[in-house]
């Protein structure tokens, strides 16, 4: 028998890319509320308790009212809000975060699908406090670039409609307040809250982040290659991970970098740039704000979740 899949929320910009990632997926049912069913709380409770796996893709309160109408033990979920990204009893579903972190998501009922802007910081970050090349109180400042579309279907539908004339580069969380910071601070093992300060740029998807070091205050200093090496030795323990780390070079020979690169994949690549002189540091990671950032990722923690 298939394993049955209920998307709730499937017609939001995540769901929709979710029931395109297994539209040919011969090996799983997937199942959908009737349209005239939709907004009936009891045909959610019943789709919810009769799937396999319910992948929420909702705001918070409705992320949390799916949960509450889960009666049985055997329906998993992967939530992909930031309703549960901290909460006890969920495990955070970005696979390459630990060499430990496939199996504990394989083996768990609950998973919460992270945020696309913490997992480019994650990834280089955790690495870096795990092999005590920073500390964890260290002052972490994340900025970036991410397409249009990780605003959702009102900004989707903003910049579609201004076209050209959109902005290029709009910051905001501007109240320093942003979501995904308590995700980041607990799996990049930080003891401070980081500064978190993204910008959406005028393309649909693909995103970009960056966490720039000033490393001169240490009492030791990791020179940029060492950086790397913890970052690259980080990645290269996990079997069957989608992060890739780019080879080490030097500031004046950095590459362009383009966001939309790892568009339609789950995949992710992360750079390490340094100043050895200047005692100064640039981590980078490029992927797909709805790929890696969102629906790959649910897509990726669900088949662990199944075993496939």
Known sequence: MKP???????????????RALLAERGDLEIISIPAERRKETAARAEFLNAADIAI????????????????NDTTKVIDASTAHRVAEGWEYGFAEMDKEQAKKIASAKRIANPG?????????????VTAGLLPADFPITVNGISGYSGGGRPMIEDY??????????????????????????????????PIMQPAVGN????????????????????????LHA?????????????????????????????????NGTNRMK???FANDDRAQALLLAVYDNLG????????????????L
Not at 116 to 128: K, N, V
């Open 116 to 128: 696309c802007w913490p997992q480019g910081p994650i990834a280089t970050l955790r690495p870096l």
């Open 203 to 226: 393309f649909a998807q693909g995103m970009i982040t960056v966490v720039p070091l000033q490393l001169g205050g240490l009492d030791y200093v990791p020179t940029g290659a060492e």
């Open 4 to 18: 049955k899949i209920f998307i709730d929320g499937e017609h939001g910009t995540t769901g929709l890319q979710i």
């Open 292 to 307: 890696k950032g969102a629906s790959g990722a649910a897509v990726q923690n669900m088949d662990l979740m199944l075993g």
């Open 160 to 193: 579609v409609a201004k076209g050209e004339d959109a902005s290029e580069f709009l910051p905001y969380g501007l109240t320093l307040q942003h979501k995904h910071v308590p995700e980041l601070r607990a799996y990049a093992k930080l003891s401070h809250d």
């Open 270 to 272: 992360v750079y390490v």
């Open 230 to 262: 913890a970052i690259a030795d980080h990645f290269a323990a996990i079997k069957g991970g989608v992060v890739e780390v780019a080879p080490y070079a030097q500031l004046e020979r950095m590459p362009e970098i383009d966001p939309e690169i790892y």
């Open 56 to 71: 929420l893709c909702l705001p918070d309160d409705a992320a949390k009212e799916s949960v509450s109408l889960i009666t």
